[in-house]
């Protein structure tokens, strides 16, 4: 399956302001970072609990905007739906984008309630991934995070994202 320009994006809080960092890649013929986008956020919204979207959904706006169009399908940190017909940040980062880009989670740890979901196994680890999606089939969506690039649990490419927000700001 071809699945064109993908951009992961993640987003790292440092008190008070945060760092918002994509990268866009492509998987086909072989997987190859097109280009890297960061952007300091200056003011974030507090935390509340079950509301995180809040927060990191205008980091992620941010990140988006300066990447710019051509991105066919966005892959983040977290849950997508949270079950019961709650929306998780992918949810909210589908609609904000006017349900115009599948968005893949790729959660660490389990949510409780979660139902709309495939655990995958990368690697040697025994520690699972939980994928969800939406507008873009679940199958598809966990297989196509199984085959990213890397040998460990986190494919390289959600790695790569993570230290690109933790790396050295204010310095």
Known sequence: ?????????????YGDYAKACGIVFRIEPSERIISRYCKIIESVEEYIPGQFYRRELPCLLEVYDGIGEGIDLIII???VLL??????????????????????????????????YVKIYRGHSN????????????????????????????????????????EDIKS
């Open 1 to 13: 399956m071809n699945y064109g320009q993908i951009a992961c994006l993640d987003v790292y809080y």
């Open 77 to 79: 940190d977290g849950f």
């Open 83 to 116: 079950g019961g017909g709650k929306r998780g940040l992918g949810a909210h980062l589908f609609e904000a984008l006017d349900r115009r880009i599948p968005v893949i989670g790729v959660a660490k740890t389990f949510f409780r309630g979660c139902t709309d």
């Open 127 to 166: 520690r699972p991934l939980y994928i969800s999606c939406i507008g873009t089939d679940l199958t598809n969506s966990a297989e196509l995070i199984r085959n990213l690039g890397g040998d460990n649990r986190i494919p390289d490419i959600l790695k790569m994202v993570d230290r690109l927000t933790r």
